[in-house]
Structures are given as structure tokens and as C-alpha cells.
């Protein structure tokens, strides 16, 4: 059964570095999107994607946060300059449509440690 | 940012009985709900659905029933089994063009008692 995956599972790394989170989506879905969730909270959205062109973001996304689809089975999330509250973990999904019935499929997530 | 609410945290069933689930939304421009089941240190799984124009929908043990005047659902298990126990996600989205976020609850840990 097709699935989502993302790379790699866990990533640390030192506050103000950069990280690129890696996620390969189901292949024939067309809607991409990352949430994330902080240690004890909900998960929140952050960004979906679609036509190559980012369709909607959250609050959280600010110009730190960017995302990318280099090729046709790739998609990323960067943080250029990591911050201590940015420790989370990040779930890439996918989904093959938009409207009732769109199903998001996710990835089984980063953890990210900002030290 | 409240729009949706599981306000149970936890839930013990013994194995075979029903599991009842609840959530609670504030936003009437919801018009699709999702159920998530999520294991620790994986991604969460899609369970089960439901649009606003049904007030039920049924797929194996888990079945869904939506009350939009009462702005809940609810999530049956029946019977339940101990791989059941994990955490589950209600979540909502509004379907209009260009808005297809999920909206998630804060979870419920269900543990079936075998």
C-alpha cells in the first residue's frame, strides 16, 4: 500500500542552524501538506501546497519557514535559522484531492531537537 | 484557538465492549470530519470520515455519526480489541477552494482493558 515517508526520522541540531525535512509524497496525490506538533500539544498546520505554489499557511509559517517541491517526488520543509520553540515533531501529508472526501495520508515524522 | 474539542483526555474500555469517542467543534463553516488513530513515534493513521451532508457513516467496527446542530461527533468502536489502544484525532476542514487545512482536536488516549 502506498505511503508516505519522510526523512530523516530524527534530526538535532544547534539553535540558529538550518534544517531541510524531506517527505515523499503518495505518488499520484497532488496536495501536499506539513503540520507539526509540539511535545503534549495538538497537531497544528503550518503549510499545504499545491500547483507548486504554496495555497495556504498558518501564523506559525513566517519567512523562517519555507517549503519546496525540487523534483517530482520530493517535498521539503526548511527552517533557516532554528529556534529552541521550533522543536517539534513535523508530519508531512498528502492527498489526492481537495473537498469532501480529500483524506490525508501522513508520513510517520520528524523529530526535531533544537538544542 | 479552541475550534475543535476532545475534552475527554483519557478513555478505558474493556475489550469487547463499545468505544465511544467524542468531539466537539465551534466553527459552522466545518463541513468535513476526520478520525486519526496515532500509535507513539509514528504519524497519525486516517480511521474513518464523514462529510455534513451524512449524519452517519460506518466502515468495518468503527462507525461515525455526525450532529451538526449540536456541532458533535462521535466515534463508535465496537467491538473493541486491545490494538485498538493508541491516541485518536478528530479533525475538521472546510471545504471551500483554497482551504483545506485540518483543524485538529488535542487527542484521546484510549486503552482497551483485555
Known amino acids: 500500500e502506498p505511503e508516505v515517508t519522510q526523512t530523516p526520522s530524527h534530526q538535532v541540531t544547534q539553535m540558529g542552524q538550518e534544517v531541510i525535512l524531506r517527505c515523499v509524497p503518495i505518488s499520484n496525490h497532488l496536495y501536499f501538506y506539513w503540520y507539526r506538533q509540539i511535545l503534549g500539544q495538538k497537531v497544528e498546520f503550518l503549510v499545504s501546497?499545491?500547483?507548486?505554489?504554496?495555497?495556504?499557511k498558518s501564523e506559525i509559517f513566517d519567512d523562517q519557514f519555507s517549503v519546496e517541491r525540487p523534483d517530482g517526488s520530493n517535498f521539503t520543509l526548511k527552517i533557516r535559522s532554528t529556534k529552541l520553540e521550533d522543536s517539534a515533531m513535523y508530519f508531512c501529508a498528502s492527498s489526492r484531492r481537495q473537498g469532501v472526501d480529500n483524506e490525508q495520508f501522513f508520513g510517520p515524522g520528524t523529530r526535531l531537537t533544537v538544542l | 484557538d479552541q475550534q475543535v474539542k476532545q475534552n475527554s483526555p483519557s478513555l478505558s474500555v474493556q475489550e469487547g465492549r463499545i468505544s465511544i469517542l467524542n468531539c466537539d467543534y465551534t466553527?459552522?463553516?466545518?463541513?468535513?470530519f476526520l478520525w486519526y488513530k496515532k500509535y507513539p513515534a509514528e504519524g497519525p493513521t486516517f480511521l474513518i470520515s464523514i462529510s455534513s451532508i451524512k449524519d452517519k457513516n460506518e466502515d468495518g467496527r468503527f462507525t461515525v455519526f455526525l450532529n451538526k446542530s449540536a456541532k458533535h461527533l462521535s466515534l463508535h468502536i465496537v467491538p473493541s480489541q486491545p490494538g485498538d489502544s493508541a491516541v485518536y484525532f478528530c479533525a475538521a476542514s472546510a471545504s471551500d477552494f483554497g482551504n483545506e487545512k485540518l483543524t485538529f482536536g488535542t487527542g484521546t488516549r484510549l486503552t482497551i482493558i483485555p
Open positions: 501546497f499545491y500547483n507548486n505554489e504554496i495555497s495556504e
Open positions: 466553527n459552522s463553516m466545518f463541513d468535513y
